[in-house]
C-alpha cells in the first residue's frame, strides 16, 4: 500500500541553525501539506501547496519557513534559523481530494 | 484555537463492547469531517470521513455520525478489538484543504 514517508525521523539541531525536513507524498497524489505537533498540544496545520505554490498557510508559517518541490518526487520544508519553540513532531501530508494522508512525523529538537 | 474539540481526555471500554468518542465544533463553515488514528512514533492514520451532505457513514466496524444543528459528530467502533487501542483525532475542513484537529482522545480497550 502507498504511504508517506519523511526523513529523517529525528534531528537535532543547534538553536539558529538551518533544518531541511524531507517528505516523500504518494506518487499520485497532488495537494501536499506540513503540520506540526507540539508536545502535548494539538496537530496544527503549516502550509498546504498545490501546483507547485503555496495554498494557504497559518500565522505559524512566517519567513523563517519555506517549503519546496525540487522535483517530482520530494516535498522539503525548511526552517532558516531554528528557535527554541520550534521543537515539534512535524508531519508531511498528501492528497487526491479530502481524505489526507500522513507519513511518520520528524522529530525535531532544538537545543 | 477551540473551533474542534474532543472534551473526552480518555475512554476505557472492554473487548466486543462499543466506543463511542465524541467531537464538537464551532465553525459553521467546516464542511467535511474526519477520525484519525494515532500510535506513538507514528503519524495520523485516515479512519473514516462524512461530508456535510450526510448524516451517517460506515466502513467496516466504524460508524461516523454527523448531527449538523448540534455541531457535533461521533465516531463508534463496534465491536471493540485491543488493537483500536490508541489516540482519535477528529478533524475538520471547509473552504480549503487544512485540517483542524481536535486534542484526541484517548481509547483504551480492555481485554
Known amino acids: 500500500e502507498p504511504e508517506v514517508t519523511q526523513t529523517p525521523s529525528h534531528q537535532v539541531t543547534q538553536m539558529g541553525q538551518e533544518v531541511i525536513l524531507r517528505c516523500v507524498p504518494i506518487?499520485?497524489?497532488?495537494?501536499f501539506y506540513w503540520y506540526r505537533q507540539i508536545l502535548g498540544q494539538k496537530v496544527e496545520f503549516l502550509v498546504s501547496f498545490y501546483n507547485n505554490e503555496i495554498s494557504e498557510k497559518s500565522e505559524i508559517f512566517d519567513d523563517q519557513f519555506s517549503v519546496e518541490r525540487p522535483d517530482g518526487s520530494n516535498f522539503t520544508l525548511k526552517i532558516r534559523s531554528t528557535k527554541l519553540e520550534d521543537s515539534a513532531m512535524y508531519f508531511c501530508?498528501?492528497?487526491?481530494?479530502?481524505?489526507?494522508?500522513f507519513g511518520p512525523g520528524t522529530r525535531l529538537t532544538v537545543l | 484555537d477551540q473551533q474542534v474539540k474532543q472534551n473526552s481526555p480518555s475512554l476505557s471500554v472492554q473487548e466486543g463492547r462499543i466506543s463511542i468518542l465524541n467531537c464538537d465544533y464551532t465553525?459553521?463553515?467546516?464542511?467535511?469531517f474526519l477520525w484519525y488514528k494515532k500510535y506513538p512514533a507514528e503519524g495520523p492514520t485516515f479512519l473514516i470521513s462524512?461530508?456535510?451532505?450526510?448524516d451517517k457513514n460506515e466502513d467496516g466496524r466504524f460508524t461516523v455520525f454527523l448531527n449538523k444543528s448540534a455541531k457535533h459528530l461521533s465516531l463508534h467502533i463496534v465491536p471493540s478489538q485491543p488493537g483500536d487501542s490508541a489516540v482519535y483525532f477528529c478533524?475538520?475542513?471547509?473552504?480549503?484543504?487544512?485540517?483542524?484537529f481536535g486534542a484526541g482522545t484517548i481509547l483504551r480497550v480492555k481485554s
Open positions: 465553525n459553521s463553515m467546516f464542511d467535511y
Open positions: 478533524a475538520a475542513s471547509g473552504g480549503g484543504n487544512k485540517l483542524v
Open positions: 506518487s499520485n497524489h497532488l495537494y
Open positions: 462524512i461530508s456535510s451532505i450526510k
Open positions: 501530508a498528501s492528497s487526491v481530494s479530502d481524505e489526507q494522508f
